[in-house]
């Protein structure tokens, strides 16, 4: 019976997992309304956030779980990669409380928990598979053989493709956060309207969106320059041709890390997995190449805390308890987890 916090960014995310039973609780609080009119995170907002709203979603929780916090077993909290103070306040409350109750705290890092999503599905996929792990500050291809042995084999050389989503969206002037805004404004566009570059689509494995990103912006400014304003379609037509970029981009380097690595499961994590139009594409990749697609539900594509819970059973289940100490690490890159002891 684990307890899972997230507080990496701008969600706080708390849930109940039961192993053989699942998720029996999960509630998350998002910040968009505080940072909304930033534009952008702010790190000092978003940690108070946390420190107002964790405790009392932690008693809610418990209670929605019907059990007691002497019935836990452990408590994971992610540890990194995030905002230095946002993470400081949940691996807090875990270690705390984990002290009291004298039970394991679990550092968990925020991408394995993305990774390992798909789990809490049914049928989960089996190991080995491929990993898109695909999100506002990651965009990378891991093969993962189990628990810890993941292999980075394509990443993006600049932004992420959420972070190129969110910056054109930006542009576009729709509102924060950008990326679902614009993927919800190109449903009524025209994905051929602009011809938009696919950025190494025919070379190897990792990506580049810079360059997209700046397309994009000359063409929304070429636009403005001929027009009062841009139309409403227009606008449209700008959002479905960058996102079928995107979508175009990511789906051509699955299928050839699919193919250079011989793997015949694909699982789609992080934040943008939760994109409709990348989900049909990359089904449709799937069905042509005899590769099954997994995805989670989009609830446990965004920020949450029963990833977090999931990852820390795992890796309790599996290895020693984690030393009596909070660890926060605002930078750690996916390729340094280890397997746990015993897997």
């Known amino acids: 019976m684990i307890l899972g916090i997230e507080t990496s960014c701008d969600e706080t995310g ?12 999960d509630e998350l609080a ?17 940690s108070r956030d946390h420190i107002a709203k964790l405790a009392p979603m ?26 230095i103070g946002a993470l400081m306040v949940g691996g807090s409350l875990a270690g705390a409380l984990a002290l009291g109750l004298r039970i394991p705290a679990i550092p968990v890092h925020h991408m394995e928990g993305h990774l390992l999503a798909s789990m809490l ?4 996929p089996d190991f080995p598979f491929l990993a898109l792990l695909v999100s506002g500050g990651h965009t990378q291809l ?9 292999r980075i084999v394509g990443e993006t050389l600049d932004d992420a493709a959420g972070e190129a989503f969110d910056k054109v969206a930006r542009l576009l002037e729709l509102p924060y ?9 190109a449903e009524s566009g025209n994905p051929e309207a602009f011809r938009f570059p696919r950025p190494l689509k025919h070379q190897g494995l990792d990506m580049s969106f810079s360059g997209l990103k700046t ?29 079928a970029a995107i979508v175009d981009t990511l789906t051509a380097k699955c299928a050839r890390a699919l193919a250079e690595t011989g793997l015949d499961r694909l699982v789609v994590a992080g934040g943008v997995g939760a994109n409709r139009a990348l989900r049909a594409a990359l089904s449709r990749c799937g069905a042509e190449n005899g590769v099954r ?5 989009p609830a446990l594509c965004t920020d949450n805390g029963a990833m977090i819970a999931y990852a820390g059973a795992c890796r309790l289940e599996q290895g020693p308890a984690a030393p009596a100490r909070i660890v926060a690490r605002p930078r750690w890159p996916l390729d340094e987890l280890m397997p746990p002891a015993r897997h």
């Open 30 to 46: 998002s910040q968009t309304g505080i940072h909304a009119p930033y534009g952008g995170v702010v790190p000092e907002l978003a």
């Open 142 to 150: 891991v093969a993962v053989a189990g628990i810890g042995r993941y």
């Open 215 to 243: 397309a994009a912006r000359l063409a929304i400014e070429a636009v403005r320059g001929a027009a009062a304003a841009p139309s409403d379609m227009m606008r449209a037509d700008l959002a479905a041709s960058f996102q």
């Open 121 to 124: 599905e049914s049928p989960a």
């Open 293 to 297: 697609v997994h995805y989670p539900r």
């Open 14 to 25: 708390v849930a109940v997992y039961a192993q053989g039973r699942g998720i029996l609780a």
């Open 58 to 83: 932690v008693e809610s929780v418990l209670g929605s779980a019907g059990i007691a916090l002497a019935e836990l077993d452990g408590i994971a909290y992610t540890a990194g990669p995030g905002l």
């Open 177 to 185: 956060p950008g990326g679902p805004a614009l993927a919800a404004l």
